[in-house]
T-cell receptor
Framework: GAVVSQHPSWVICKSGTSVKIECRSLDFQATTMFWYRQFPKQSLMLMATSNEGSKATYEQGVEKDKFLINHASLTLSTLTVTSAHPEDSSFYIC?????????????FGSGTQLSVL | QKEVEQNSGPLSVPEGAIASLNCTYSDRGSQSFFWYRQYSGKSPELIMFIYSNGDKEDGRFTAQLNKASQYVSLLIRDSQPSDSATYLCAVLVLDSWGKLQFGAGTQVVVTP
């Protein structure tokens, strides 16, 4: 079964609304979570790195005020796309990384297809 | 400048044949490399990872790594139609466990 749960799997919203995507690690503590974005026929592009209890680190060109990331616990990170516009329509994927000698795991969520009308 | 490069394809392979996928990377210090398979609209799924020079085999898949040439490849033996997908090469970013840099992916089409 899935060890990283991502929800929702798809969402359609009107332009100007905000959308929250959740990423949960189910059976391990994820000290770090990553958020990727993938446009059609393109590769995964890292948006930000999220560490539990601290501010996310955003990649160059990613607007931190538009893509709000919260990593309040070792099992949950959320990505909120604020005031979404059609150009934000994309496939968003999270991954969760555990650390430590017995917890070096890396798993991907199932992805969220966002369509902004 | 792209740091992980792959041929975009599509790579057309007859059923039962060997599919050969290539990937080059620019950071000479990179240590760990991953091959993911991604079906359309789905999240990537890990096929193999490799960190030592040479070959690593797992079932019908063989990963090959040559750090001197900064080259990693994936061979798929006895290709099946279900292998039709996009294959992503990923490199683990140094000093950052879990942070991957992906290539653009190679689309593989296995024809019956």
């Amino acid at each position: 079964g899935a060890v990283v749960s991502q929800h929702p799997s798809w969402v359609i919203c009107k332009s100007g609304t905000s959308v929250k995507i959740e990423c949960r690690s189910l059976d391990f503590q994820a000290t770090t979570m990553f958020w990727y974005r993938q446009f059609p026929k393109q590769s995964l592009m890292l948006m930000a790195t999220s560490n539990e209890g601290s501010k996310a680190t955003y990649e160059q060109g990613v607007e931190k005020d538009k893509f709000l990331i919260n990593h309040a616990s070792l099992t949950l990170s959320t990505l909120t796309v604020t005031s979404a516009h059609p150009e934000d329509s994309s496939f968003y994927i999270c991954s969760a990384a555990g650390t430590g000698a017995t917890n070096e795991k890396l798993f991907f969520g199932s992805g969220t297809q966002l369509s902004v009308l | 400048q792209k740091e992980v490069e792959q041929n975009s394809g599509p790579l057309s392979v007859p059923e039962g044949a060997i599919a050969s996928l290539n990937c080059t990377y620019s950071d000479r210090g990179s240590q760990s490399f991953f091959w993911y398979r991604q079906y359309s609209g789905k999240s990537p799924e890990l096929i193999m990872f490799i960190y030592s020079n040479g070959d690593k085999e797992d079932g019908r898949f063989t990963a090959q790594l040559n750090k001197a040439s900064q080259y990693v490849s994936l061979l798929i033996r006895d290709s099946q139609p279900s292998d039709s997908a996009t294959y992503l090469c990923a490199v683990l970013v140094l000093d950052s466990w879990g942070k991957l840099q992906f290539g653009a992916g190679t689309q593989v089409v296995v024809t019956p």
